[in-house]
């Protein structure tokens, strides 16, 4: 907002190479975007709204710049208000840790490409003001932090249908029925996910969003936990203490301390900065914002008022039924997709565990603790680490040799979903016996001698069908727990 004129110069990013914000807008600036914009690859916010821009190169006068792909770390660009005219460049379907996406009030006409679906952490997107011939929101009918949001500025999601209702509670009888009995696991996964993904409503508060923007005070935070008050402690760790508080908009936040009385927690900070910042996914616990200094780290999450997995497994106080304990592994399962193949670098999370699983007010599973996740790199399938997590969850060769990779977090994946429909913890064995080999033995005639106890009620009538379908997801764990030498691909 500087009244600069004149048009961007070609080298503008060829000197700026870890440049992480760039803010133009407001100005009177006219031309094209330069092509060394490809330069700035650590760029996360590019804002050049309110100008006179017009596309990326002379001959191609109007077009968004495809340049932008090449913006892998970017999580905010606004282009809005300005002369872009043709449609949305295909490019910008790879920018998968994007948020946000204003390209409002430009002359963009053209189709919406639908592989923008893809982008699973964008919370939100204006495309108003453009002659579309294919403006659909059905594109992001499974993006929840979209759908129904004041963030999403193309025509309603149409997720309140009546058809889509009848749909969906048709979807989940056949679940109930034990479909799988007929046509085996993978129909059961299938129809759950295609269940989940029309059912369950955007829950992302736009309070959140604000927070992120405007940023927390440390006064207010130390306001909001009572000073960090053993009344709210809600959780300790190896590293350091979670506290809920409570902002003075109302809304409710956890708070991760870090030791740091110990070395290990301040590389716990560190690597839970750099693997979050690049990760936006509705089964991830979300980053609201953090703190660090020489004598204080902490990371600002959202709140889970429901707790943990290992909570729900383990209190007297708390039933989760064969639906709802499917419902949380398939959320987990989401997230781990979304790090191994969703992200530009892969993230194996190393620490996949029933406690590092939390659950929303609606049940919605979001994956934790990052503190000791590894990156790969671009060439890389597998690292060496130093690293232990927990026993019992390690695939052997982790334990043995410290190789990780992301079919480490498959098998932890597998140990978990054994877990979470029988009720014993992988340690709960002793000599040579393990949890997948008691499972294993007893598939699949006695199956009602491995399921959690709980979960069984001999006057069901459709006890049966429900022991097959239990039956089908102890298979999958299973074969998630295999030797992973002997694993092809994951």
């Known amino acids: 907002m500087n009244s600069l004129s004149g048009s961007l110069p070609n080298g503008l990013c060829n000197g700026l190479p870890i440049l992480k914000g760039l803010y133009l807008s407001g100005n009177k600036l006219h031309g094209h975007i330069p092509t060394s914009l490809s330069n700035c690859s650590q760029l996360q916010l590019l804002s050049s709204s309110e100008n006179d821009l017009t596309g990326s190169l002379p001959q191609n006068i109007g077009t ?33 840790t994007l948020v946000h996406l204003s390209l409002r009030h430009n002359k963009l006409q053209g189709s919406i490409p639908d592989s923008m679906s893809n982008m699973v952490g964008l919370e939100f997107l204006d ?8 403006l659909s929101s059905e594109f992001f009918i499974d993006n929840e932090a979209l759908c129904g949001s004041s963030r999403f500025n193309v025509p309603p999601c ?18 109930l029925l034990g479909i799988t009995f007929l046509f085996g696991p993978t ?9 989940r993904r029309g059912n369950r409503a955007p829950q992302q508060a736009d309070s959140f969003l604000s927070i992120t923007r405007e940023g927390i005070s440390y006064n207010e935070l130390l306001q909001a936990t009572d000073a960090l008050s053993e009344s709210n ?3 300790s760790g190896g590293f350091g203490s979670v506290y809920k508080g409570i902002l003075r908009s109302g809304t409710a936040i956890a708070v991760k301390v870090f030791n740091l009385q110990l070395d290990a927690a301040f590389r716990s900070f560190d690597t839970e900065c750099d693997v979050l910042r690049s990760l936006r996914h509705r089964n991830l616990v979300k980053v609201i914002t953090s703190y660090s200094n020489i004598d204080f780290k902490a990371l600002v999450l959202d709140y889970m008022p429901n707790g943990s997995l290992e909570k729900y497994l383990y209190s007297h106080n708390y039933f ?3 639906k709802q304990r499917l419902s949380i592994m398939i959320d987990v399962a989401c997230a781990l997709e979304y790090h191994h193949h969703g992200c530009s670098l892969p993230v194996i999370h190393c620490d996949v565990k029933p406690s590092n699983v939390l659950l929303d007010e609606d049940m919605v599973a979001r994956l934790s603790d990052f503190g000791i996740s590894k990156l790969l790199g671009e060439y890389e399938s597998d690292l060496y680490t130093k690293t232990l997590a927990t026993l019992g969850y390690i695939a ?16 932890s994946y597998g140990m978990m979903l054994l877990e979470t429909f029988t009720r014993r913890k992988p340690n709960d064995f002793e000599g040579d016996l393990s949890l997948k080999q008691w499972v294993s033995h007893s598939l699949p005639e006695a199956i009602m001698d491995v399921l959690d106890a709980n979960l069984i009620a001999p006057t069901n009538n459709c006890l049966q069908k429900e022991l097959d379908v239990v039956a089908s997801i102890m298979e999958v764990a299973l074969d998630c727990v295999l030797n992973l030498r002997k694993k092809g691909q994951t």
């Not at 495309?127 to 294919?134: A, E, Q, T, V, W």
């Not at 052997?396 to 098998?411: A, M, R």
């Open 320 to 322: 989760l039924n064969i």
């Open 158 to 175: 149409p997720t309140s249908s009546k058809h889509r209702s009848n749909r969906k509670k048709l979807l989940l009888s056949f679940l």
């Open 233 to 235: 402690l809600i959780g």
């Open 127 to 134: 495309l108003s003001g453009g002659p579309y011939k294919n």
């Open 396 to 411: 052997p060769e982790y334990g043995q040799d410290g190789l990780v990779s992301t079919k480490c977090d498959v098998y």
């Open 187 to 195: 129909t059961v996964v299938f129809v759950w996910i295609r269940y």
């Open 64 to 96: 968004l710049p495809p340049e932008i792909g090449n913006l892998k770390a970017a999580t905010l660009i606004d282009l809005s208000m300005n002369q872009f005219s043709n449609g949305i460049p295909r490019e910008i379907v790879g920018l998968q």
